[in-house]
């Protein structure tokens, strides 16, 4: 039933198609952490809808939340209502609680794109100012701002009329940086770089509206930089009047344990983007939680027809409070190591694991040809994602060399979920390298 329906879409559907050609399979339901081909196999969910699905498909919880909105009210543009209000009170009511009183919210369009082309137009508006700096690595969404700030030069090629004055500086690599002391600030790597633009009147960039910037890259391999690093950023950007956009898209509700990644750092941003995990299971929703000293829209400046869907924010509070019920930042910590743990055992006994890393339950490992030349092998990852894949277990590759296995599973994935995960994943990594 698979292949009939994939060589229907093949027929019928843009040729733009790009997951089930890594991943050929039809898909007919999913829950929790499981989905269910029409062919009735059943998959571990690793990939959790590019790293969507934090609370689990089809989580009960969020469906009576949705169930309950559906039939009172779904459209209805950017009015006021209990349900919208009362989920930007929960946002903020999820911040640290000293800075709780210095944020606002927007929504946004329904993507995790509309949301990045919002936080530029604010930090442009606010600051008077065109240029943003953006990171190496980073992958900020399709839409034509979006993609200008998105580095991977496959999704820019031949597209000429993007976003001008973006500058790309190098994101902190812990793994492939030549490496620095952790004594010395001014040491961790990018920092240099990134103070000689914006404090040198002949690096030739004109002072940027805003930085914008992922506290952990997603697409980009799942990579945590350094301790101290985005501090630095966000303390050099403000000595110089440029904003800081963090983009939680992808790490932020809960998928790294805390509300939004910047909580568990010291680095404070003026803008934060998101969506995807908001969404509770899937349902589309996106914007900005920013600070209200930069507040510079006027009225109707920014809007959309999709604002402020009452279904998916009905969707949204479900899951903040499924997660605040059962705890699940605290169990994403500790499955999130549990994961961890066994993924380095996995590694001891295997040359190609240069490394693995994440935070909570945002894990990527990263292969190479050779531990010490660290040259990356993409191809390895691609057979071994294959070989996964048909014995059931889905995840998505990203990574700067396209060499890293990233794991975005929902934060609930139970430790058996975990153990088969494993089981699997050792049995293809033994067939990759025969
Ligand atoms: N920012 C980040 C960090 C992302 O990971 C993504 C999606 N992978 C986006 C923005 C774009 O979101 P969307 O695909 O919903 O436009």
Known sequence: KSKALLKLQEEIESSIVSYPRSMPIAIKRAKGSIIEDVDGNYFIDFFGGAGVLNVGHGNEYVLKYVKEQQSDLIHVLDFPTENKLNLIEKIIGHLPEEIQKDYKVSFGGPTGSDAVEAAIKLAKIKTGRDGVIAFTGGYHGMTSGALAVTSDTFFRNHITSLMPNVHFVPYNYPYRDKSTTKENKNNISGIEYFKNILNNGHSGIIKPAAILIEPIQGEGGNIVPEDGYLEELVRIAHENDVLVIFDEIQCGFFRTG?????MNT????????????????????????????IEAWGASAHIGTFRGNQVSIAAARGAFDFIDEYNIGDYTKYIGIYLMDNLKQLQLDNPFIGEVRGRGMMIGIEFVKNKSTKEPFPEFVKKLRTECFQRGLLFEVGGHYNNVLRLVPPLITTKKIVDNAIVIMKKAIAVCQE
């Open 258 to 262: 805390s509300f939004l990644e910047f």
């Open 266 to 293: 010291k680095a404070i941003p003026d803008i934060i983007t998101f969506s995807k995990g908001f969404g509770g299971i899937g349902f589309p929703i996106s914007g900005l939680i920013y600070k209200k000293e």
